[in-house]
């Protein structure tokens, strides 16, 4: 029974640990927007005197964070659903279609599933300024689908391949067509998948600062997580006001962590088990 609690203890104190030390600094970050300039020169660790919104306004407001957000959201959106569409018909096509060089096609998808995006960044700048597609819209979000399908059709081929092929031998003997399969059989029976990736890929996308910053490169096209990065050096004297912005690009994904956890954590999980 001692042996048990004690074992109990070395996993809970590295959990503490590390759960403190990722709570830590978004704590630090609403202290620091809830202060005056003033407040945070004198004592950058205080809490704030009183609680209030106006950096957070001042950060919204002068800073443009309002067209920084809807670009966010137009880009991920789109990107999120054209990744969910490709993502899901090649997951079935390697999970429950038998096709030539099928086996080594998804071995080339794990492949680039591991190529980081830092190593193709000059080819791939290259190719969208030749397609005239920088600075665009529909540039970044064939961007982001091209850097995270491989992720998406990892885990719906994984996800589709518990499906038992005697549910869709007896679709293709009531005579429905490889496409009406899948969108009789597959998509519907995928929808815990494809929200759990949906969820993983919005996230992926909103937080991205690099592809973003490679390809709309002027300012009125900057998603919100390169707007709030330009804001470190537009107002270096002004922490609190920088806090403020900060705190407007991650209400958004706290908010999908809490009300998401379950599906988050099925989609990280999802390729880590063989049906």
Known sequence: MRERGFTRW???????????ATIYPMLFTLNVAMKSRREYVLNQFSL???????????????????????????????????LLLLGSMAGYAFSQVTFRGRKWLFLVCL???MIPF?????????????????????????AYTGQFLPFTIFLMTSFYSRIPAEVVEAARVDGSTTLGVYRRIMLPLGRPALLSVGILNALFCWNDVLISLLVMQSEQHRTLMVGVTALRGQYSDNIPLFAGGVLVAAVPVIAIYLFFQR????GVTAGSTKG
Request: with cysteine; proline share 4%; glycine share 8%.
């Open 111 to 113: 492949g680039a599933l």
């Open 48 to 82: 704030a005197d009183h609680l209030t919104a106006a950096n957070v306004a001042d950060a919204w407001s002068s800073s443009g964070l309002g067209r920084y957000t809807l670009n966010s959201i137009v880009v991920t959106a789109g990107a999120v659903a054209l």
């Open 263 to 266: 599906q988050i954590t099925d």
């Open 10 to 20: 070395i996993v809970a104190v590295p959990m503490c640990l590390l759960a403190l």
């Open 118 to 142: 830092q190593v193709i960044m000059v080819p791939f700048f290259r190719v969208l300024g030749q397609v005239h597609l920088l600075d665009t819209y529909p540039g970044l979000i064939l």
